[in-house]
């Protein structure tokens, strides 16, 4: 008895990425209802669903972006200054793009993420939009390989074996969910009389598998700054309201993703927020209305053991089939979290701050390098901080902001190291972020400190090649003597290892008494084939 059992496994192969920029300009107009504009004090936006198609080389892009400002109105005797303004979907500004792809026989991944978002007045009711958009692009292509993974024999053999950690792809795909609620003003938050700014945070998320479904579960908090409403009817000032985790009021949220998988893979995801919506029509409550996507990855790891020789027995010749195998092998699967923490001074001309009312920091620029042990990882952003400045007399109340990234000064920078004991330069890693809301703390008159969390999901993997062995046979001695000269003519699809088997002998008998390398390359149709004698092993 001499049993083979096969293995297969199934990896991605990464063939080429890069990422690419775009640029989108427009103009918007302020509604009707809404003063005339004297400054910017802040704008950010949100990413809707892009939509993309591939037609030959060229990666067709279509969707739009939410644009939020905050604004100082011109002077109005009975009303406060700042005002906030939104436009949503086609409204706001509208993305068509094209990029050309490499010319590659291959599978592409993109994933389209809003780096900048900039509105400049151009006149008392218009103003012009400029948005960065980054556009990361990945080539692959499946990698099947196939091993003998165990051999059964009544004879004894020794078999040397090569471990490996594989990761085979399940499914990928992107998700799109909405979410609303009503949230109360508690006291002693004055009521309000219309909206400035409304941001939502997806925070303290997991995910989990049962049965048919992944969901992914996690908590939306919301920070609104409002003008308050006084006891006469009049507005009486900016206020925040917040509802986290910490104060109970963090709206709980789900995403499912349906799939056939019998096994529980490994999830990894990223969440966005891609629009916000905020109403109300009483005082002391406001509706929000959050689109929130995720884009999702399933993978299985699995141990795996393959076959590289096989020692021979003590009656016949062990005859191998190898072949070149190409590994991707899972060195590291880690999650964890790292907190930035960085101080953000005032230029000299702004005014110092008495009270910060909010804090927005766009979507990063993060890049990643593996170093030995270690995995850096370094990042830039845009942050705009509204705040009450210090009041000069009792009558006065001045709303302002402060811009790191936008207005000609520099975006801050940050970086940290993640400790992966066993990492060298050569891996890959893939890594995927879910920032936290991030938090401000005033230092002093002119600086703040920005305290920002992220959740990483940290897969490492390398590439290796090395010879497995993928079909095995015992073959023994033939009791009777064979004729002294017996040749084969080669036929369409032969190979040295079928030709081998069929006559009972092994192919590095084969290639020695035809004085051939080894390789199925040798086998030309028509070709004549002397068959050897003994199943000798050179």
């Known amino acids: 008895m001499f049993t083979c059992h096969y293995g297969q496994v199934m990896m991605e192969k990464a063939l080429h990425t890069t990422n690419k920029y775009l640029e989108v300009q427009g103009k918007v107009d302020l509604a009707a209802d809404h003063p005339e504009l004297e400054a910017v004090l802040a704008a950010y936006g949100y990413l809707r669903e892009i939509k993309g198609e591939i037609i030959g080389n060229k990666l067709f892009l279509s969707g739009s972006v939410d644009l939020h400002l905050v604004y100082r109105g011109k002077e109005s005797l009975d009303r406060v200054p700042v005002y906030g303004m939104v436009w949503k979907g086609t409204e706001g500004a509208v993305v068509n793009a094209e990029i050309d792809l490499p010319d590659l026989e291959a599978s592409w991944d993109w994933h389209v993420c809003l780096l900048k978002t900039k509105l400049q007045p151009e006149a008392d009711r218009t ?54 609620n009503t949230f109360a003003l508690t006291y002693p938050k004055l009521p309000l009389s219309r909206f400035v700014s409304c941001q939502v945070y997806p925070v303290h998320a997991t995910a989990s598998f049962n049965k048919d479904r992944v969901s992914i579960e996690g908590k939306l908090e919301v920070q609104l700054v409002y003008v308050t409403l006084t006891e006469d009817g009049q507005e ?80 016949g010749v062990i005859d191998l089939k190898r072949e070149i195998g190409s590994w991707i092998e899972v060195v590291e699967e880690v999650e964890r979290s790292f907190v930035v923490e960085k101080l953000l001074t005032l230029p000299d001309q702004r005014a110092n701050i008495e009270k910060v009312i909010q804090v927005m920091v766009s ?58 004991p066993g990492v060298e330069e050569a891996m890959q890693a893939r890594v995927l972020l879910n920032p936290q809301r991030p938090q401000v703390e005033q230092v002093d008159e002119k600086t703040v400190k920005l305290i920002w969390t992220f959740k990483a999901m940290i ?24 004729p002294s000269m017996l040749f084969y003519v080669v036929q369409p699809g032969d190979t040295l290892w079928g030709i081998a088997r069929r006559y009972n002998t092994t192919m590095a008998a084969l290639a020695k008494t035809n004085q051939l390398t080894g390789t199925d390359q040798e086998l030309v149709y028509g070709k004549k084939l002397l068959i050897p004698k003994k199943p000798i092993v050179s």
């Open 459 to 482: 897969t490492v993997t390398q590439s290796r090649e090395f010879l497995v062995v993928t079909d095995s046979a015992l073959v023994l001695p033939e009791e009777g003597p064979k």
């Open 127 to 180: 103003l012009k939009y400029q948005l960065e958009l980054e556009v990361r692009l990945r080539a692959h292509e499946p990698v099947a390989v196939g091993f003998v993974e165990q051999i059964e024999t009544e004879a004894p053999i020794h078999t040397e074996v090569e471990h490996l950690l594989v990761e085979e792809p399940l499914l990928k795909t992107d998700v799109s969910r909405e979410f609303d």
């Open 363 to 420: 979507e990063p620029k993060i890049q990643w390098e593996l170093d030995h042990d270690q995995l850096l990882i370094t990042g830039e952003a845009l942050a705009n901080l509204l705040y009450q400045a210090e009041r000069m007399s009792e009558e006065e109340n001045t709303i302002t902001a402060a811009s790191w990234g936008q207005g000609g000064t520099e975006a801050f920078t940050f970086g940290t190291t993640i400790d992966l």
């Open 236 to 315: 009486g000032g900016l206020e925040t309201q917040k509802w986290t985790e910490e104060n109970g009021g963090a709206l709980p949220f789900q995403i499912t993703v349906e799939t056939p998988i019998a096994e529980e893979p490994s999830v990894y995801y990223e969440l966005r927020v891609e629009s916000v919506e905020c109403t109300s029509t009483h005082p002391e409550s406001c509706r929000v209305q959050v689109q929130l996507g995720a884009d999702v990855c399933l993978t299985k790891t699995r141990q795996t053991k393959a076959i590289i020789d096989v020692a021979a027995a003590e009656k």
